[in-house]
């Protein structure tokens, strides 16, 4: 395939998912359909599902889209310089800040809907939405084991109690802002990732 048809192919492929990330922060991920897409791209049918093959594969293709907006709308924005327990709270800012305004799309937290949508649903969408969940609390886990390291927090802190606690308040924060619009609900959940994680 020519260089050009080659990159014309990717910038069409990234359009069509950033349409369904948008699509599927609104409606789920089980909005998300061949013939949406192509209507709403104006594309036809065949040129949606040349990209993906299955309405399986385009799910998959949207979650991992939506993980990757996740990760440098929150991860991302934790500074390279920041060590320790400063780390972790950087991070729950920016996650706090990521929920307050909606995530992706205004739909929430993507990941907290799409676990939801496919909790008990065996096969590969689900598997792929518990995969990067665990991926997720690992890293904070991880996070919370720098912060022992440094000193920051005690020798006997269990790390993956921290993760725990974190995971909890915010999917709590973000069915208090998209359910119930509570607009305190934000400083709320900050205070308490701060104290889930060492501070006051």
Request: glycine share 8%; aromatic share 6%; with cysteine.
């Amino acid at each position: 395939m020519p260089r050009r048809s080659a990159a014309e192919a990717r910038d069409t492929r990234a359009r069509i998912l950033d349409r369904a990330v948008v699509i599927a922060a609104r409606d789920g991920l089980e909005g998300v359909t061949i013939g949406r897409l192509a209507d709403d791209l104006e594309m036809s049918k065949a040129g949606v599902y040349g990209h993906f093959g299955s309405k399986e594969a385009l799910q998959l293709a949207t979650f991992d889209a939506a993980v990757e907006q996740f990760r440098q709308l929150v991860p991302a924005r934790v500074p390279r310089t920041a060590t320790g327990i400063e780390r972790l709270r950087h991070l729950c800012d920016a996650w706090i800040d990521y929920l307050e305004h909606g995530g992706i799309a205004e739909g929430g937290c993507f990941l907290t809907a799409a676990a939801t949508e496919f909790d008990g649903r065996p096969g590969p969408v689900r598997d792929a939405v518990a995969q990067a969940a665990g991926r997720w609390l690992a890293y904070l886990e991880h996070l919370a084991a720098a912060a022992v390291e440094t000193g920051d927090l005690p020798p006997d802190t269990d790390p993956a109690q921290i993760a725990f606690e974190l995971n909890g308040i915010a999917m709590s924060a973000n069915q208090a802002i998209q359910l119930q619009r509570d607009d305190a609900a934000p400083q709320r959940a900050r205070r308490a990732m701060h104290r889930a994680a060492g501070g006051r």
